[in-house]
């Protein structure tokens, strides 16, 4: 009877359906910007996950200012009614990279620290936290080893000193899936930035360094893959034919753009490594050594990547480099999340 009744209940187990699977526990490290900007375009996906489970919003200094990300990711939540969601306040600045006239004059507002403008709508209530976002990471990660995946869709800085305070911290990360750099030995592989850098890793060149050389278990989302999925007219379409707090953030920022020059495709970044979490599936990889430059000269921050280590390049780990993705997959995923009714808590 006891051999049954246990065969029953090893059935039942194997039975057991996959949404009973807990949720996967996530940091969400990003250089924020407002709605357009691939970073808030990432957000309202995984709010609507519930595959996910968002332990808090880590800020970094990069497409703007680190104030510009703190004010800007409060606000979205606040207008997706998710501000149950910590946000922590990060690097203002990457480790050693100092700007140059040609970065003041080029994209991106990283070394700025003036305070941010108002958000559309103004500020929102929420603060961000007390906490650092290198303690609340370090905390997090060492609190739960082995769980925590971080989504890395900003220069590397938070994630690198995170290493840096905790020598522990790496060992004890599940994995990284990172919206940077750009492959030259694969398809569409130059840089967006300098003419072979890509610019989360060219802002912080040393902390992509650290950390594609950490022995995290990383995924890559490069430009290879981002040059490959183009947002058009025909999605936007579908994302605001239902109406939701978030479509409409969408509507009201994204709209004037696409009346104006209907036939307009804007590239997707952030977007790629955040649906990763969820399907990882529809994306193509491959595996390959990458190593990040360092040197002060004409390929500083560049990606430099190869199926093996080469001359120069034995710091180089292996890692899921994501080239190619089945776009109508990936886009009807995104469009479906993005557009579902937040889950309020
Ligand atoms: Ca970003």
Known sequence: MKRILACAVMLATLAAPAVAQQPQKIIFDTDFAYIPQDDAMALLFVLNCPELQILGITTVAGNKSLNVAVAD????????????????????GPLMHDKTEWDVKRHGGWY??????APPGGFAKKK???????????????????????????????IAMAMRMEPAFAG????????????????DGGGNH???AEFNFYVDPEAAQVVLRSGIPIVLSTLNVSRKAKFTKEWYDK???VDTPATRMIKER??????????????????IAAVTLVDPTLMKTVDLYVDVDVNHAANYGVSVGAP????GGEGAKKMAVQVDLDWEKFIRLYVERVTRSSPRK
């Open 128 to 158: 961000a936290e007390a906490t650092s976002a290198i303690d609340f990471l370090v905390n997090t990660v060492m609190q739960n080893p082995g769980q925590v995946t971080i989504l890395a869709i900003g220069p590397l800085t938070n």
């Open 254 to 271: 994204m709209g004037p753009g696409f009346e104006k020059s209907p036939e307009r495709a804007g590239l997707m970044y952030d977007q």
């Open 194 to 196: 300098t003419p072979n």
């Open 239 to 241: 994302i605001v034919a």
């Open 308 to 311: 093996q280590p080469w001359p």
């Open 112 to 117: 700025a620290n003036d305070p941010a403008p």
């Open 172 to 187: 004890n990360v599940k994995q990284l899936v990172i919206m940077g750099g750009a492959i030259a030995s694969q398809p």
């Open 73 to 92: 990711s409060l606000k979205v939540l606040e207008l997706t009614g998710r501000t149950e969601i910590p946000v922590y306040r990060g690097a203002a």
